[in-house]
């Protein structure tokens, strides 16, 4: 009977899966029964609520996206990476006891206070330095959003790090190599696979973030690489469908699960991503 049980309740997370993404397949068709295909994957312009002609290219979706995540990547990789590299090699075991829960702290903060944050603290920071900064623009909520991963990386990295055997660091020690030298050449390679999984990840986690881009970011869809602007993320474009804007069973309503679908895709394939780089480089001790 245990391993029936077993088997059932495991099988839930399984169902539930598979009830998605069927839901978004089949919300998907009905949408691209009224939308072109190539129209939506190809186009260069989003205007759903047009008086006239409707456009549903997702092109300045993903624009918008990848630029936010750009931003994160940018700020979370070298701080979390140093991160950890301070935890798992130089910090003393007091230290990093204390240390690191407060970084993970970071990774409880509500993102809709990291949102308020970009908007009311972080983009009037910026003005100062670039004046013709917008109070809706990408550069905010990518910084914020990297700080919101920058726990990810660091920790997920300093386990990855911490499990490398101390006898590799010894006998690198022992041949003459400088502490910096060990963490950099040795220890950090050594760690590369769960390093790698950690921050593709982390991108998966920026990709899919909602409430940050929703409050600081805009929701002026545009395909340019202008950070400074406002933008509109794939994901804030489904807050703001699912907020009331379009009625049900209209062609905007069923873009919402077009876009979804498209974000499933995106993290689907990092996930996919952070798999094979894990499996590639994993050191075996």
Do not use: C
């Amino acid at each position: 009977m245990i391993p029936i049980i077993l088997l059932l309740i495991a099988s839930v997370s399984v169902l539930t899966t598979f009830g998605i993404v069927g839901t978004l397949i089949v919300e998907t068709v009905i949408f691209f029964k009224e939308v072109k295909v190539t129209e939506f994957i190809f186009g260069t312009e989003w205007f759903p609520f047009a008086n006239t002609e409707q456009l549903f290219g997702i092109l300045p979706l993903i624009a918008g996206t990848l630029k936010v995540t750009a931003i994160a990547v940018v700020v979370a990789v070298p701080f979390g990476i140093a991160s950890a590299i301070f935890l798992s090699e130089y910090a003393s075991d007091k230290s990093r006891r204390i240390i690191k829960p407060i970084l993970e702290v970071l990774a409880g903060v509500p993102t809709i206070v990291y949102g308020f944050f970009a908007l009311t603290f972080v983009t009037p920071l910026l003005q100062q330095f670039i004046p013709d900064l917008k109070i809706f623009n990408a550069l905010s909520p990518g910084i914020v959003v990297g700080v919101m991963i920058l726990p990810m990386i660091a920790s997920l990295s300093e386990d990855a790090m911490s499990s490398v055997p101390n006898s590799i660091r010894e006998g690198a020690l022992a041949m003459g190599s400088t502490k910096l030298e060990v963490a950099l050449k040795v220890v950090l390679p050594a760690a590369l696979s769960g390093i790698m999984a950690s921050i593709v990840l982390a991108v998966s986690r920026a990709i899919g973030e909602t409430m940050i881009v929703s409050l600081a970011g805009g929701s002026t869809p545009k395909f340019d690489f202008n950070v400074t602007e406002s933008i509109q993320t794939m994901t804030a474009y489904i807050v703001q469908v699912s907020s009331g804007d379009a009625g049900y069973g209209t062609t905007i309503y069923y873009s919402i699960y077009a876009v979804g679908f498209t974000l499933f895709l995106f993290t689907l394939l990092m996930n996919y991503l952070a798999h094979v780089i894990s499996k590639k480089y994993r050191e075996e001790y």
